[in-house]
């Protein structure tokens, strides 16, 4: 049973909230079940990913079946202690990595704004005159 069955389930939350968390600053020796034990108490855990890779060890996903569980642990579980290390625990968000503008496509794009828009200007001024 989670915590957040105990609270109104009404409550409008921000367009962040969302049911994966991202879940930062891990022991690296900390085992699924583990993970499963600790974020568990907070509700359904649907996955838990755990980094293996040099470059993602210490981070781990957790996706809830309930989103408002996701919240319930995010609220509680930030800046936890686990094996004297601190968790960072986030909100995971899809397009938190924003691609780079195509500089010279977004410089024609302008251009052809700008002409649009001294055409405009110009019709304008004949209808004046």
Known sequence: MSLAYGKSRNVVLPPSVNRILLVKNLPFKITSEEMYDLFGKYGGIRQIRIGTEQKTRGAAYVVYEDIYDAKEACDHLQGFNVMGRYLVVLYFQANFKS??????????????????FQSLRNDEERELD
């Open 99 to 116: 691609k780079k503008p195509d500089l010279p496509k977004e410089e024609e794009r302008v251009e052809q704004l700008r002409r649009q």
